[in-house]
């Protein structure tokens, strides 16, 4: 696997606003996934997507995938402060170990 | 729920004792793995185990040590704990090629003094 790089390292928004993270990677993958950590605790699975697939939804999440440029953005809408986080994204190759980024913290002020 | 638990949530340890962090998970997954997590340089892989008994050196080995005797069991060793050993530690399993994504335990936050 390989490290994603998350862009912005910092994020802060209103209430009610969209948030967007971006990711960038090398070479290509399987699939990419998304994950969040609430501070001090693990890290959660967000959402996953293949590298056939251009855009995924979950809830108030939308991911997509560009293969072409080695990128994809996480998008979170209606931004809650339960959302206030960090953002890693991991982009996978065959069997081999996650690699992650720095991330993004997100803070959405209320 | 299927989960990873992570046997301490927070520790306190001297230098130079021998220290076992555990991590259990009840998915049935093959894959194990165990990170450390610190400001400014993120999640790093120590040790990840594909199997029983099969074990892989990640990024930062030096000082530890694993064993996975049982598939649902992966347990980190600090042979001699060491103040920079200080850190959050991290426990995550998945299916072969991560289909599913990680699970993530819920950590364990080791102080040595």
């Known amino acids: 696997s390989q490290q994603g790089e998350e862009d912005p390292q910092a994020l802060s928004i209103q209430e009610g606003e969209n948030a967007t993270m971006n990711c960038s990677y090398k070479?290509?993958?399987?699939?990419l996934q998304w994950y969040r950590q609430n501070s001090g605790r693990g890290l959660v699975h967000l959402i996953l997507?293949?590298?056939?697939?251009r855009e995924k939804h979950s809830g108030r999440l939308r991911v997509t995938l560009d293969t072409s440029k080695k990128s994809s953005s996480l998008l979170i809408t209606a931004s809650r402060a339960a959302d206030t986080a960090s953002y890693f994204c991991?982009?996978?190759?065959?069997?081999?170990?996650?690699?992650f980024g720095k991330g993004t913290r997100l803070s959405v002020i209320a | 729920d299927v989960k990873v638990t992570q046997s301490s949530r927070y520790l306190v340890k001297r230098t130079g004792e021998k220290v076992f962090l555990e991590c259990v998970q009840d998915?049935?997954?093959?894959?194990m793995f165990w990170y450390r997590q610190d400001p400014g340089l993120g999640l790093r892989l120590i040790y990840f185990?594909?199997?029983?008994?099969?074990?892989e050196k990640g990024d930062i080995p030096e000082g530890y040590s694993v064993s996975r005797e049982k598939k649902e069991r992966f347990s980190l060793i600090l042979e001699s704990a060491s103040t920079n050993q200080t850190s959050m530690y991290l426990c995550?399993?998945?299916?072969?090629?991560?289909?599913?994504?990680?699970?993530f335990g819920s950590g364990t936050r080791l102080t040595v003094v």
């Open positions: 995550a399993s998945s299916s072969f090629q991560a289909s599913y994504g990680y699970t």
């Open positions: 070479t290509s993958i399987n699939n």
């Open positions: 997507i293949r590298s056939n697939e």
């Open positions: 991991a982009a996978i190759s065959g069997n081999t170990p996650l690699v």
């Open positions: 998915m049935d997954h093959e894959n």
């Open positions: 185990s594909y199997d029983v008994k099969m074990k």
